[in-house]
């Protein structure tokens, strides 16, 4: 039974990407391009020699961040494809109980996240040899990487569990919940006072100390006091900004018993937020039970789950005879169809707008009520000359999110909803794509119009420029990740990950939507609408080298 | 663009046509066949390569070798040319869930480049042909698989294909409509080429003027129905045996059907000679002819 998770596990493309990247993220530590480093007043930042040591401590703590922030997207959908394929049913016949099916479920999870660990601490052993300061200690830098990550994974493998059997939190909405309170687990880390020794730090900051900062601050706040003369206190960084004028030397030593403490107790919540998905999981649609009923009360949202694929053997799919409104009667004896005298008659713009008409369908109510308001609102503040240039910029990051809804259902869905013979096989399969996404640009433009409006008559003609990328780059981006996995999640993964950098955090490198006066003063958003026209050329190239036969 | 002169009603023409999916692993191989207008069966067990001989005449995959002329032009140069007059229902059809049935097929309309007045005419009769009228505002997320499977049939004949392929088209299906959707499929053949793979033989026999027989990938047979069922008149009996003689004839015998009886078993079965004193000859059907050929196949 585990040899077959593993294997199911295992075997999927998106776990290879995956681990492609943690392969990258291994090279990045071990070639001191990424690791902990310290900010210290009167002087350069402090980072350090890469001992064996240490690279076990920064390649567990890359692996827990990246656990956190891509294991979600990675792991959901284990539920849906058993849904999708009809496991569901057979594993009711089985008598499986709700919580151990989903304990079983959260096992294969917890198994990708012993295989990140032993890929991410495999990968950082090779590069130590070639770079690293000191012996290479094979156990010293990968025992620290299993024990930051795997139980990281446990917590991460019950969330995304847990969200894909609730309806309103499945889909895209989910998506974007999780990604804001990962941020906010790595945002209660600053609850710490810089000031704050090792000893001093409150035990609700050790608690949530999800990627390992102030482990990494316990750990090394020796060995820095050591390298820097008069150094009292700081915060653990971890990032890009180490600087080698100033290097701490970790040589290991005794791990904190709080931190053990910790990862135990992050696989215990892992565990009850499993058991507690087992409340609102049902069987035969992998949405529904508890919140469902009482979300049926509530008009909140009228999407069906994603994660509801009908299917022949799934027992609540409706049936012909026990349908009203299909006539049992005969009909179709005497039917004269009129026949097709014109073809290639309807021309590129049916196909656009009946993109743009399925890409509106099914969103949740309050969706289309935001984005009308979005839409609305700004634009008669403009019209009557309000706003400021604050209020662009807050309002430019809303809709550089808001229709995030759309733009995942860009790509994709031909091949989510088994629609790629009936596109591929038409007279527009290339159109189609080059529809969807000109679709989504132009919902982005009616979404965005009121921001838009006020971001030019406060900025002037320059923020045509943010205006460009904001248009262009997410519907590019959604196309091209969405052809090439068949998926969302990358797109949303990627897109949320930059969005938070750049529009909402005003990172100007990767500031898309002109939100920042260096971001546009730099031409940023162009660089983006480029690359995105760029995926945009090459997502039509794949299709049509698909269709091509020659 | 390299084009052949095609028979006067010869309009699909597949030449050595093979299709490899992994060194020694083939889907199909070595089939040429010449297809005229009308309905053309096409049966074999499951994995006999059905569904990729389909897949490559409807531009979906491209074959790894040999090649498909329609009306003369070869189709792998110019897809558009057959993609623009095909009808297709896939055999794992699915539909985008959150649109009503009516827009799913505006939707397909679309994509086959029928101008709007003709998409509308023509959806509203399809719907009618279907038995869908009723149901063309619901959500396709609330369709049953016979419903969906009917919006299927109804989307493969929207523009008016020169070309339909239909894989399994009847599946999901209760029997009644089962048969009203083949002989709606058969009703409409009229000068167009019409493909209809199943694993209800039945249905072949009631609407097809020629019946292709596929087994790992090769081609068994194809011939006109009638000539098919007529190899084996004569040759069909049936008889009521005990369990054990049932045992010793399976071996012997292709067996095409068998009833459990309170004092035996009823059996059918291909048979050159009486396979018992008490054997009855009985008019041969498709389905003996079919389980003949692959057994000798074998």
Redesign the interface.
């Known amino acids: 039974m585990l040899g077959l998770t593993l294997s199911l596990v295992f075997g999927r493309e998106s776990y290879s990407s995956f681990f492609a990247v943690v392969i990258y993220v291994g090279y990045l530590i071990n070639s001191g391009s990424f690791g902990v480093f310290y900010t210290v007043s009167n002087g350069p930042n402090v980072n350090g020699a890469l001992t064996s040591h240490l690279v076990g401590l920064n390649a567990g703590m890359a692996g827990s961040a990246v656990m956190l922030l891509a294991g979600f997207y990675v792991l959901r959908g284990s539920i849906e494809r058993d849904d999708r394929h009809g496991h569901l049913p057979v594993v009711t016949s089985s008598q499986t109980s709700k919580p151990v099916y989903l304990l079983g479920k959260l096992l294969s999870n917890t198994a990708v996240g012993v295989l990140t660990a032993a890929v991410l601490a495999g990968a950082a052993v090779v590069n130590h040899s070639i770079y690293g300061v000191g012996a290479t200690d094979p156990i010293a830098i990968s025992w620290p990487v299993f024990v930051m990550v795997v139980p990281l994974t446990v917590f991460v493998g019950a969330v995304a569990m847990l969200f894909g059997t609730i309806n309103l939190l499945a889909g895209t909405l989910g998506r974007i919940a999780y990604f804001f309170g990962a941020i906010f687990l790595l945002s209660a880390q600053s609850a710490r006072p810089e000031t704050a020794v090792p000893a001093a730090v409150p035990t609700t900051v050790k608690a949530l100390d999800i990627v390992g900062l102030t482990l990494a601050y316990d750990l090394t706040f020796e060995s820095i006091q050591a390298a820097v003369p008069g150094f009292e206190s700081s915060f653990a960084n971890f990032g890009t900004g180490g600087s080698n004028a100033q290097t701490f030397r970790y040589e290991g030593g005794p791990w904190p018993a709080w931190f053990f403490a910790q990862r135990l107790g992050t696989v215990a919540v892992g565990l009850a937020v499993t058991l507690v998905a087992a409340l609102p999981f049902n069987w035969f649609r992998t949405t529904g039970g508890v919140v469902e009923k009482v979300r049926r009360r509530l008009p909140l949202d009228e999407t069906p789950p994603e994660t509801a694929t009908q299917t022949a053997s799934n027992p609540q799919t409706p049936t012909d005879t026990a349908d009203p409104a299909v006539s049992p009667s005969p009909v179709g004896d005497d039917v004269t169809i009129p026949p097709v005298t014109r073809r290639g008659a309807g021309g590129f713009r049916r196909v656009l707008t009946m993109e743009l008409r399925r890409l509106l369908r099914g969103q949740p109510r309050w969706w289309y009520l935001g984005a009308g308001l979005l839409a609305v609102v700004p634009a008669g503040i403009a019209l009557t000359g309000g706003g400021t240039e604050g209020a662009a910029r807050g309002l430019l990051s809303l809709v550089a999110v808001w229709p995030l809804f759309v733009w995942s259902q860009i790509g994709s869905q031909t091949a989510r909803h088994g629609i790629r013979p009936q596109v591929l096989t038409s007279d527009y399969p290339v159109g189609q794509l080059v529809g969807e996404w000109i679709a989504g640009c132009l919902i982005t433009i009616v979404v965005g119009a009121g921001a838009f409006a006020i971001a030019v008559a406060t900025g002037g003609p320059t923020a045509l420029i943010g205006v460009t990328g904001l248009v262009i780059f997410p519907p590019s981006l959604a196309l091209a990740a969405g052809l090439w996995t068949g998926s969302p999640r990358l797109f949303e993964a990627l897109y949320l990950g930059l969005w938070y950098i750049g529009p909402l955090n005003g990172g100007f490198v990767a500031d898309f939507a002109g939100v920042t006066a260096r971001g546009t003063s730099l031409g940023v958003p162009i660089v983006f609408a480029a690359v995105g026209v760029g995926l945009v050329v090459v997502a039509a190239q794949t299709r049509r080298v698909y269709t091509n036969l020659g | 663009m390299s084009s052949r002169h095609s028979g006067a009603h010869m309009r699909l023409e597949i030449e050595s046509l093979g299709k490899q999916y992994s060194e020694g692993l083939w889907g199909v191989r070595d089939i040429t066949l010449r297809l005229g207008a009308g309905v053309h069966g096409l049966v074999g067990p499951n994995g006999a390569g059905k569904s990729t001989l389909m897949?490559m005449l409807?531009?979906?995959t491209?074959?790894t070798e040999g090649a498909i002329y329609w009306d003369g032009t070869r189709?792998?140069?110019s897809?558009?040319v057959v993609?623009?007059?095909?009808g297709?229902l896939?055999q794992?059809?699915?539909?985008?869930?959150?649109?009503t049935l009516e827009?799913y097929l505006?939707?397909?309309?679309?994509?086959?480049?029928?101008?709007?007045e003709?998409?509308s005419?023509?959806i509203e009769?399809?719907l009618?042909?279907?038995?869908?009228?009723?149901?063309r505002d619901?959500?396709l997320?609330?369709?049953?698989?016979?419903?969906r499977q009917r919006a299927g049939i109804a989307?493969a004949?929207l523009?008016?294909p020169e070309l339909l392929v239909v894989d399994e088209p009847t599946v999901?299906l209760?029997p009644?409509?089962r048969v009203?959707m083949r002989n709606?499929l058969a009703d409409?053949a009229d000068d167009r080429v019409v493909i209809f793979s199943t694993h209800v033989v039945a249905d072949i026999e009631a609407t097809a003027d020629t019946v292709t027989v596929l087994e790992d990938g090769q081609l068994l047979t194809h011939a006109p129905t009638e000539s098919l069922i007529k190899s084996v008149d004569g040759d069909v009996y049936e008889c009521r045996v005990s369990q054990s003689t049932l045992e010793q004839l399976g071996q012997e015998f292709p067996i095409c059907n068998t009833v459990q009886r309170a004092d035996g078993v009823d059996v059918r079965l291909v048979a050159e000679d009486p396979p018992t004193t008490d054997a009855e000859q009985v008019t041969a059907s498709l389905e003996d002819a079919y389980l003949q050929t692959v057994t000798h196949a074998n």
């Open positions: 897949r409807t531009t979906v491209p074959p189709v792998s140069e897809p558009g993609r623009s007059l095909l297709y896939p794992d059809f699915d539909t985008y869930p959150t649109l827009e505006e939707y397909v309309a679309a994509l086959r480049g029928l101008d709007s003709t998409a005419a023509r009769a399809l009618d042909l279907v038995n869908l009228t009723d149901v619901r959500r997320d609330t369709f049953s698989g016979g419903m989307q004949l523009n008016d999901g209760d009644e409509e009203r709606a409409t």
